[in-house]
């Protein structure tokens, strides 16, 4: 084994290749070690060197991660636990390093008898210099010391160099020649060595930074001022950096403009985003690019607000920090009465950069915040900082995709074949995004270099166990994700404790999205304390608000969610998913109440809303059927849930089972259906009705179902599968003695079979129906069959009959739909005998009618078909297709709506349905 320390940090095998050992955290740890080849290094030394003096208490737990990958990737018992620490059992010769440095003691010792011999063996050891020391590592104590005594160590040897030639080439008269000027004695490489690699970080256009190379004359000056004194006011405790930053371009670019107009007064930057999305890193970023322009220096201190541990710091306890690194010594520390006060006037004068991180909230971070001009603060926080916290303000965001999927594959190593690019964009997805996760993933897949992505990609697909795979070594983002949590659990308002009972309520169920009225029905509060609880969890950034009284959570903050909710009684469980899918199935009655609707349908839903007490009310279609277009998915997503077996029992449901609720959604959505034409979303709960149904044997939902789904299938033009459904469907209602349900049903297979060219059997049909209805008195569906009976007439030849019940058909009907549908029916009768004029009268009717309330888009379209066709008769070229260009816009959309091939052409001669 040999260790690289004089160059990119690298591990080469016995055979000469390169061990995968790439990851930055992991090099700086093996050059812990390294740089003490065969002694024990304690363990508070090495995490000193890789974190800072201050390193927190987990220090420990990731230092034993970053060993216990490198003892997998390492030959066996390369490193040995030892009492405190460890020990990296290798011979000084096994470094690069090593080897040059005895190189060096050889050379002294020939240098006074044998100076040609000396510099021969410089010489030879030389060329292991292949770039700038310890490349690769990210920005830490160990880096920054390191780095400087090897680069001394360098220009010492150079010196050596150039004194062992001089006495090689000295005349024989015994004078020395002059000493080479500074080529000699600084750039004197020898003419084989490459060019050095000086650190000096740049950021791609993709937000990646990578290290740039610079010849071998910029390396001397920086050797040269690398022996200078360090600078008198340092970065305190200051986080190191990461070798992986990527994109914040904008963001980083406000930063700089923010915290660099502080002439006048204080800047104050707060920074604010859920936890994981990077808050920290570019925090740390920003702050060490603008280092120059504070003069009395970086002062850090981490608030512990989002530390899983430990509790956050006081007051107090963050002055005594910031008071220690501005030089006070412990024993002249203040009192806490009186420690505020000292550290104002420490700071006063000083033109420092504050970075206060991982604030809790307002009260924590007024009194540290700088008062006089020249000095500023940057201040990260989970939580919207109010109150008195006064400065720009910005809002970080999950990266996007691209950035995000560039972050995973520069940490993960992308090599060649490892996955498809389609691949890497889903893991970045199912990461949320989020730059610690992203970090995690990437930092497991580096350790499994012959793992592809689709390996991670199956586990990160269950959204169950997607946060046990999000944890390596210390990094544990679901730990991460609870601190807000639980520091909400801590505090004394009512909407906070009441924040913390809501949130594994919200990982309860499936759906993506609450309102004030879903949760309070959950938690057994009333709506406007749910919304405050709601709004304490926005504000501490766990919850999002896309709009008013809507919530959601991030995809990692629904898993977390849902681990918290998985951890609970069953009981609780069924209870959360009971209230919500009673609140859920009462709304969903209560949006038909602003339609207006045939008696039967009002009639359903009315009872329907009485058995489902709560829900919300709608005033208005305008509030209603955007509700519900909103809603759907959510509403699938917990019918699918509900409709496991384990569901089948019980009365929670309105009297019924859970895994009712996929039938009571089709029964109350059966309107809304109509109105928009959601197939898709009509088929999906149509098909898990059956499914719920067939298994328990319930003949009245799959009866149900497929009158709905025959129904969809005949206004897609497939009238043999429609057709063959709603038979089956009025067959079951009969049996069960349904006949207001049967007959529904025969209302839809009359144009079902006439749109399949079979009008004489749905003429008798309807004539059949008709004649029932008449003799029990009910008028609910009269109106859809005559008009269907009378197109019936019309296509068969029969126009005086036709004629003549359309016109009664007409009179008696009551409601917006009917008016619509008759009159409609009466264009197409009047285009049908070239009677133009009054053509176009009926279709005005029509359309005025369909105003009254909204209409699904195929009848739409089919009216102005109709009407387009009536203007044309009468010469209006230029107004009819004005009307076809609408007809055929409303029918593209809902083709790309629906996935559909829709059509509508006067000689279609649909049934009205």
Not at 247 to 264: K, P
Request: charged share 25%.
């Amino acid at each position: 084994m040999d260790i690289r320390l004089l160059g990119v940090v690298r591990v080469l095998g016995d055979d000469g290749a390169a061990l995968p050992i790439t990851a930055p955290l992991t090099c700086a740890t093996l050059a812990a070690l390294a740089l003490r080849p065969g002694e024990p290094v304690r363990t508070t030394e090495v995490a000193a060197r890789l974190w800072g003096p201050r390193a927190s208490a987990a220090a420990a737990g990731r230092l034993r991660g970053q060993v216990a990958r490198l003892r997998r990737l390492l030959p066996p018992n390369a490193i040995r636990t030892v009492p405190g620490g460890y020990l990296l059992d290798i011979t000084p010769e096994q470094t690069d390093l090593g080897r040059f440095t005895r190189a060096l003691e050889q050379a002294g010792t020939l240098a006074a008898e044998r100076p040609q011999e000396a510099l021969a063996a410089l010489e030879r050891v030389l060329p292991l210099w292949t770039g700038n020391p310890l490349m690769g590592l990210p920005d830490c104590p160990l880096r920054s010391s390191e780095r400087l005594r090897l680069r001394r160590l360098w220009l010492s040897t150079l010196e050596r160099r150039s004194e062992l030639r001089l006495a090689v080439e000295q005349p024989a008269g015994g004078e020395r020649s002059p000493v080479p000027p500074a080529e000699s004695r600084l750039h004197g490489a020898p003419p084989d060595l490459p060019e050095w690699a000086a650190v000096d970080e740049w950021e791609h256009p993709d937000g990646v930074v990578v290290e740039h190379d610079l010849g071998s004359g910029e390396f001397a000056e920086l050797a040269e001022s690398a022996a200078e004194p360090d600078e008198p006011h340092p970065a305190v405790g200051l986080p190191a950096g990461i070798g992986t930053f990527v994109a914040r371009a904008v963001e980083l670019g406000r930063l700089r403009r923010w915290l660099t107009d502080a002439s006048a007064a204080p800047s104050v930057c707060l920074i604010d985003g859920s936890g994981g999305v990077g808050k920290s890193t570019l925090a740390v970023r920003v702050a060490r690019e603008l280092a120059d322009r504070f003069p009395d220096g970086l002062l850090y201190v981490d608030l512990r607000g989002a530390d899983p541990r430990n509790p956050p710091l006081t007051v107090g306890q963050a002055c005594q920090v910031l008071l220690a690194a501005m030089g006070r010594p412990g024993k002249e520390m203040p009192q806490d009465a009186e420690i505020v006060g000292v550290y104002q006037r420490e700071l006063a004068g000083r033109r420092v950069l504050l970075l206060l991180d991982n604030a809790v909230d307002s009260a924590q971070v007024v009194p540290l915040l700088p008062t006089e001009a020249g000095a500023a603060a940057l201040v990260t926080s989970r939580s919207l900082l109010a109150g008195s916290v006064g400065g720009q303000r910005l809002h970080l965001e999950a990266l996007s995709t691209r950035d995000a999927t560039t972050m995973v594959r520069a940490i993960a190593g992308a090599t060649e074949g490892r996955g498809e690019d389609e691949e890497w964009a889903e893991l970045a997805r199912l990461c949320g995004r989020l730059p610690l996760a992203l970090r995690i993933v990437a930092t497991r897949m580096a350790a499994r270099p012959r793992w592809r992505v689709a390996d991670f990609l199956a586990r990160l697909r269950d959204e169950r166990r997607r946060m046990d795979e999000l944890t390596a070594d210390d990094l544990d983002l679901r730990a991460s994700l609870m601190v807000s949590i639980d520091q909400l659990a801590a505090g004394a308002r009512a909407d906070e404790r009441l924040a913390t009972e809501i949130f594994p309520a919200l990982g309860a169920s499936a759906v993506r999205s609450y309102s004030p009225g879903s949760v309070a029905a959950m938690v057994g509060s009333t709506a406007r304390e749910a919304a405050a609880a709601l709004d304490r969890l926005t504000d501490a950034r766990i919850a999002d608000s896309p709009r008013p009284e809507v919530y959601t959570l991030h995809d990692l903050v629904r898993s977390a969610a849902g681990w918290q909710a998985a951890r609970k009684p069953r009981e609780w469980l069924v209870g959360r998913l009971t209230a919500l899918a009673n609140w859920c199935v009462g709304s969903l009655y209560r949006l038909n109440q602003p339609l207006a609707l045939p008696a039967n349908y009002e009639l359903r839903y009315r009872r329907g809303a009485d058995r489902f007490p709560g829900g919300r009310l709608f005033t208005s279609v305008d509030e209603a059927l955007p509700w519900a277009d909103e809603m759907m998915e959510d509403v699938l997503a917990l019918a699918e849930q509900l409709s496991g077996p384990e569901f089948d029992t019980g009365d929670e449901l309105g009297g019924a089972p859970l895994s009712d609720f996929a039938l009571e959604s089709v029964r109350a959505l059966e309107s809304y259906f109509g109105t928009r034409l959601a197939w898709s979303a009509q088929r999906r709960l149509c098909e898990l009705t059956l499914t719920v149904a067939r298994r328990r044997e319930q003949r009245f939902a799959e009866a149900a179902a497929l009158g709905q789904l025959g129904k969809m299938w005949g206004q897609q033009g497939d009238g043999l599968r429609g057709a063959e459904m709603l038979r089956r469907g009025i067959r079951m209602f009969r049996s069960l003695g349904e006949a207001e349900e049967a007959l529904a049903l025969t209302a839809n297979l009359v144009p079902c079979l006439g749109s399949i060219g079979r009008l004489e059997e749905a003429k008798a049909l309807a004539e059949e129906t008709v004649a029932e209805l008449v003799g029990e008195g009910q008028d609910e569906f009269r109106i859809q069959l005559t008009n269907n009976l009378a197109r019936c007439h019309l296509y068969l030849g029969d126009h005086a009959r036709a004629r003549d019940i359309l016109l009664d058909n007409y009179a008696r009907a009551q409601v917006p739909y009917q008016r619509t549908m008759a009159a409609g029916v009466l264009t197409e009768y009047y285009l049908e005998v070239a009677e133009y004029a009054e053509a176009e009268r009926w279709s005005e009717r029509g359309m005025a009618h369909a105003a009254e309330q909204p209409f699904d888009p195929f009848v739409a379209a089919q009216q102005r078909t109709w009407r387009a066709e009536a203007l044309r008769g009468l010469g209006r070229e230029e107004s009819a297709h004005v009307e076809e260009m609408q007809a055929k816009a409303v029918i593209e959309d809902l083709n790309s709506r629906e996935n559909s091939h829709l059509r509508v052409r006067i000689t279609d001669r649909y049934l009205a349905g």
